[in-house]
Nanobody
Framework: VQLQAYGGGLVQAGGSLRLSCVSS????????MGWFRQAPGKERMFVAS????????NYAESVKGRFTISRDNDEYTVYLQMDTLKPEDTALYYC??????????????????WGQGTLVTVSS
């Protein structure tokens, strides 16, 4: 299984970035997908999730209204559009595929597969 994330980089506060994650080795269309992030010196935390059909989406309170998760099942890709970025959004962002049947998306215990991470740095 591979979850290849890209799109990170350096951006000024108030700017935007779009992360992409291409999957292989799993039947992408049946998995709930998501993003976690880990800031320097902090624990890994939930950012957003999207169910297999894209019908239901969840967000961490800290990113609601600024980030949008979406997916394209024909392209085996999940996206994270990040707008109005803040310095506190600086982190390594991980694409994840959740364990089948899980109902709790805000915990890393529910993650079945992790990607390698892509670094987002927001300057003030």
């Amino acid at each position: 299984v591979q979850l290849q994330a890209y799109g990170g980089g350096l951006v000024q506060a108030g700017g935007s970035l779009r992360l992409s994650c291409v999957s292989s080795g799993i039947t992408f269309r049946v998995y709930t997908m998501g993003w976690f992030r880990q800031a320097p010196g902090k624990e890994r935390m939930f950012v957003a999730s999207i169910t297999d059909t894209g019908r239901f989406r969840n967000y961490a309170e800290s990113v609601k209204g600024r980030f949008t998760i979406s997916r394209d099942n024909d392209e085996y890709t999940v996206y994270l559009q990040m707008d109005t970025l803040k310095p506190e959004d600086t982190a390594l962002y991980y694409c994840v595929a959740y364990r089948r049947g899980t109902r709790f998306y805000n915990t890393s215990n529910s993650v079945g597969y992790w990607g390698q991470g892509t670094l987002v740095t927001v300057s003030s």
